[in-house]
């Protein structure tokens, strides 16, 4: 008989606290190996145990029917905040590139690089705040958390209209950073606990394809005010104006998420008490359960020894490259394709509309084909050829460049499609914050070093710029096809774990905060 293994950190001696031990098989590195002990602490489960507490024995039916209304009411319910928050998370970071083209630069007497510093000064405050942001998420109620957040970089963005130089710029940008480091991790732990994992790559590109319609609504609003203040005047800069409005109505709208959004299934309003356990109920097939407050050693041991986790951060590091350079100089990007300052406000708005149609479009064939990945790869070669025509078109074709530049608006579906495995693929909350928290770093280490190659001596055509985003690009497409064939792998393993004679599984071990690896009734969503 193999010997006893503890698979969680938090063991005990405590007679009321001994669990059940259950043979269970494992997975190795290679070959199956014999079937082994594992030791399941219904104490160090998830949070979604409790709320079967008192209803052991009773049946939950749940007809077809029944289940597309409450996806119906979850939908409607949590969508819409999801969607607007994201937006304004974009359009928060992003409002310094139209503020750019609106006389920032000359008012705050910007030099050399200066500009480019403000540009990855928001991600080195994300970077500083990921990890302990993502721990925090984990202890304390998600939606309060995320709230909080949404309310304070809302009023830390009104303070860049504030700002007389340099100096104050970098520590606004900062502190936007710090802030905004939950909203990410928070949404991806949002719909991992609310949706399943054949519903989670639409969702996840429904609510992150409303960076492009905040790009639309952006750039409409920052041309609006520039002629405004051009044809009426104003006591304050059209620039300032910009950062003003959009933080106020982000301060605002966190005030409603924090009304409004409940931290999980036990605690939403929306939903009548049997509702909620229908809810916790329908989603007891992502083997993932609804969340764990507990620190679990041996998950953060497992997250950092896992490949995927490693190709998940080579991914964002890489992929963000371009991101970093794109979303901080398309304003002038455009500008130096031959247009003037409040063209390129208003011409920036259809690639918000390229990346609206790939996100939605992608997430939902991912999901109805079951490749997620694969489909992906769809919207990294579209940005390519987008990139190729702006490399390789003389400066005189200014419509041709601007086509090129809308098509590498297309490039966050592989983001994306990752966000949405951090979701569907990884498994044990403690391993699933840890793998969100340096995804999210490599994102943003990637974003501090993209602005850093648009370098002013290379005006008008950024050349090296635009290279790099060529290479990043095709290095992310290999990345992408390398995730999809390890998954397809460790899923024939599993099956195989699976059929051994004797193999069975543990009472409620969808809700037992199992990883991924540990679990062998665990199906990668490819």
């Known amino acids: 008989m193999a010997d006893v293994e503890k698979v969680h950190d938090g063991s005990s001696d405590d007679p009321e606290k001994v669990a059940h031990l259950t043979p269970q098989a494992t997975i190795g590195d290679g070959d199956i190996k014999e079937p082994r002990f594992i030791h399941a602490d219904i104490n160090d489960g998830d949070i979604a145990l409790k709320a079967f507490v008192g209803h052991e024995g009773e049946v939950i039916v749940m007809t077809p029917e029944a289940e597309r209304a409450l996806l119906r009411k979850i939908d409607w319910n949590l969508m819409p905040m999801l969607c607007v928050v994201y937006g304004l ?36 405050g994300y970077l500083a705040w990921e990890y302990p942001t993502n721990r925090l998420l984990q202890r304390l109620p998600l939606a309060k958390w995320s709230a909080f957040n949404i309310i304070m970089w809302g009023l ?8 007389k130089n340099f100096a104050g710029a970098v520590a606004v ?24 994992r054949q519903e989670q790559g639409t969702r996840t590109g429904i609510w992150f394809s409303f960076n492009g319609f905040a790009q639309i609504f952006g750039g409409l609003v920052a041309y609006g005010i ?27 709208v966190g005030v409603i998420f924090l009304y409004f959004m409940p931290d999980n299934q036990l605690n939403a309003k929306f939903l ?63 500008v130096s394709f031959g247009y003037t300052a409040d063209q390129s406000l208003l011409y920036g708005t259809p690639g918000g ?43 005189s074709n200014s419509k041709g460049r601007l ?16 966000l949405s495995l951090l979701a569907s693929n990884v ?50 497409v290999l990345d992408l096809l390398f995730i999809h064939w390890y998954y397809a792998r460790e899923n024939k393993k599993n099956e195989r774990v699976r059929a051994q004679p004797g193999y069975r599984k543990l009472d409620k071990q969808e809700f037992l905060d199992l990883t991924d690896k540990e679990n062998p009734e665990f199906v990668y969503t490819l």
């Open 353 to 395: 509309a390229i990346e609206v149609i790939f996100l939605i479009v992608c997430g939902y064939l991912g999901d109805k084909l079951g490749r997620r990945v694969l489909v992906a790869c769809s919207g990294m070669l579209t940005s390519i050829l987008g990139m190729l025509l702006i490399v390789c078109l003389p400066l």
């Open 89 to 124: 998370n974009y359009l928060d970071k992003t409002t310094l590139s139209y503020a750019s083209i609106m006389g920032l630069q000359t008012d705050i007497h910007l030099k050399g690089t200066n500009y480019q510093w403000l540009g990855s000064m928001f991600y080195i």
């Open 173 to 196: 940008r900062f502190f936007l950073g710090v802030f905004e480091a939950a909203v990410t991790p928070g949404f991806a732990l949002f719909t991992s606990q609310w949706y399943t």
């Open 272 to 334: 009548k008490p049997h509702e909620r356990l229908m809810a916790i109920e329908r989603i007891r097939k992502n083997q993932q359960g609804v969340g764990n407050k507990h620190f679990k050693m041996y998950q953060l041991k497992e997250a950092l020894t896992d490949p995927m986790t490693w190709a998940f951060v080579f991914f964002a590091l890489v992929a963000d490259i371009p991101n970093g350079g794109i979303s901080n100089f398309f304003s002038q990007l455009i």
């Open 156 to 163: 830390t963005l009104c303070c860049m209209a504030a700002v």
């Open 226 to 252: 520039s002629i405004g203040v051009k044809k009426h005047g104003a006591v304050i800069k059209s620039w300032q104006i910009v950062f003003l409005v959009i933080g106020l109505i982000t301060a605002t």
């Open 403 to 418: 086509a090129g530049y809308y098509f590498t608006q297309a490039s966050p579906t592989g983001f994306v499609a990752l």
């Open 427 to 476: 498994a044990g909350y403690t391993k699933k914050t840890t793998v969100g928290a340096l995804y999210l770093i490599a994102y943003c280490t990637g974003n501090i070093i993209g602005p850093q190659t648009f370098r002013p001596k290379d005006k008008p055509r950024y050349v090296p710029a635009e290279i790099t985003i060529v290479v990043c690009y095709s290095v992310c």
